[in-house]
Every structure is written in C-alpha cells, then in structure tokens.
C-alpha cells in the first residue's frame, strides 16, 4: 500500500524519470520527439486529480542554430554598377540570369562574427562585418565594377511573414516587416564611388527598379546597416517541452492565444555543446492540472517557439515528471453579480422587517 500524507488522505507524489533512448517509439527519428509507454500504469482515484510539474531535466545543447532548409542559403545577383538585377513577371528575382548565385552554408552554431567572415570569405564580390555597437551586419561592394544585390525580398526562397523560407533573412537582419526590397551594394570602376539601396521588381519582367539609399553614390566608403539588429537565435530562441498530457493549463500566443500542449518553457542557459538544465526550485514551479484517471502512455516532444521539433543531431535527453495527488473537492458555482445583489437586497429587507416588528411588539 501506497504512503499516504495524513494531512490530504492521498498518496505520496512520484516522480517518474524518462531518458529518450529508453522510449517505446521515436517519429521522423528523432529522439526529441518519442513515446514511452508505463510497464505499470498510473490509476487515479476517482476522487483524486494529479498536479503534474516538471522536477528536472537535462538536455544536450546539440542542436544547430543554422540549419539546412531552414536558415543556410542566401541567394545573390551580380551586375555591373548601377545595373539592377533581373526580375520575373511576379516581381521575383530571375534565377535564370547571368550572375545568379546561390550560397549555402554548413549547418552549425554561429555567432555574428562568425557568420560575417564565411559570408566576406565565400562572396568575393562582398564584404560583410559586425558592428558590436550597432549590433548589426554592414555590407560593401569590395570588387570594382561590381554591383551585389541579396535576394533578401523578392528572393524564390524568402517565403512570407507567416512561412519564412530558406534563406537567412532575419538572421542578417532584414525582415519582411519593414525592408524596403533586396539591398544592394556597388562600387564603380575607379573605386571612387560607392552605391547602397534596395531594389524591387518592375511591374511585369524585367528591370529591378532601386530605391537609393539618401546621398547614394557616395564619395567614400559607405556601409550598407542592416534593418534590424541581427537574429542569430531567430531559428530558436527558446525550448519547450510538449506532453501529450497537458492540454488545458497552457495558452500560447503562437496559436492564436488557445490551449496548447506545452508543458514547460527551457531556458537556454548554456553555450553550445554544454548541458540545459531544469532543476526543482521551490515556489517557481508551473503545475498542470490533470483531468486523467489513468496515465499508461506519454508522448515527449522538445521544440522551438514555433512549435517545430528540435533535431539533437542524435543525443538523447532526460526528464524527471513530478506527479503530486491532491483530493477533488466539489466546490459550489459561485453567484452571479445579479444574485449577489438581490441576495444583499433580500437581507437588507430582512433587517428592516426585523427591526419594524421589533419596534411594534415594543409598542
């Protein structure tokens, strides 16, 4: 027989510990997203509910913040100065033209300056630095005669705001909300005039059309700023574990502000290559209400904050579930606004009646 505490007359919490090499089924095999299946089942009491938390858990930062059809590819034109790049009929760069190049970088955990040197370093025709101060990519024409143009808009794989695609737009810093077209950079034969803007497609094929930056060309050197400050974590910024046990103590924005089956946010609080730990903090911990009268079976998935499954690149990791069982009470439905007030009415008449016979029987 299960320990009981005296105090609730329910049985002592468990915790039950899951490492992803032990689970019953993995899917698209991928050990963050699996199966385990209870040797014994969990039975609830029917008048017992479980609060179900978190109590530990130790995962391997071994997941790439770029990753292969994702956030590695950056497509590019090169023109000669003050030539535009190419368009379709859709306003889409044209990747038939002369000069079209597409980029596509090893998956791996880059900083900033990291990824400024492989870009600087694998087109010849660019150079890309960090600003730490800004906190923001620069970009300069460095071949004379050359003009670059980044399919960072009107590129066949930027995607849209809702379906990003795969290009490396918001990790560089331009998104769809505020970008102008795709930037350009040029530096004229002379080495005496360089050239900055964005540039769009014409209305049908042909000709992209610029918007200059203010004062292009320009008579020194002169950067092309990012719109934004850089995004290196935009692929993902933050952890959550997924149960198939939680589906009603959750909202999450991402889903338009409805119940989700998240169970618990991980904070990414180490480098690349360490371990992301959750350990039992009391007072801070999130507890789930559980409406089951059995638990035989429980699905695990680690994702991102978009809800895609995180690739540990074939590491397992390890979860501790604590399982406390409280005794369901039967609560009364509280009054409505209108039945509070007539009930404060009826009493007040009850006093005053009260009051009345007194004073007639005092007669």
Known sequence: MLAQYAETETEASRVLYINSKDATATFGGNRADFDFTLEEPIVVPDHHSILMSVYSAEIPYSFYNFQAGKNTRLDYVITTYGVPALYDANGIIDTTQPGFFTLTIPEGNYNAVELANILTASIAWLDVLYDPIALKFKFLCATPGNRVTLALRNGPFTGTPEAPGDDMNEELGFDW????????????????????????????????????????????????????????????????????????????????????????????????????????????????????????????????????????????????????????????????????????????KLKQNKKGDGEKKSK
Request: hydrophobic share 40%; with cysteine.
């Open 177 to 348: 909300f505020n970008i102008l077209g795709d930037p350009y950079v040029g530096l004229n034969v002379g080495s005496t005039n360089w050239e900055t803007g964005f540039c769009n497609g014409p209305v049908g094929a042909g000709m992209g059309i610029d918007i200059p930056s203010a004062g292009s060309p320009f008579a020194a050197q002169v950067y092309l700023f990012a719109d934004d400050v850089c995004d290196m974590t935009n692929s993902i910024r933050s952890l959550f574990i997924r149960t198939n046990l939680s589906t009603t103590s959750i909202l999450d924005s991402h889903i338009g502000g409805g119940f989700s089956n998240i169970l618990c946010r991980v904070p990414i609080n180490t480098e690349p290559g360490g371990i992301i730990n959750i350990q039992p903090v009391n007072g801070n911990v999130h507890k789930l209400l559980l409406k089951l009268k059995a638990i035989t079976n429980i699905s695990i998935r680690l994702t991102n904050q978009k809800n895609t499954t995180i690739d540990l690149n074939g590491l397992d990791f390890d979860i501790s579930l604590k399982l406390d069982f409280i005794e369901t009470r039967f609560l009364r439905e509280p009054l409505t606004l209108r039945q509070q007030i007539d009930k404060h009415h009826a009493a007040q």
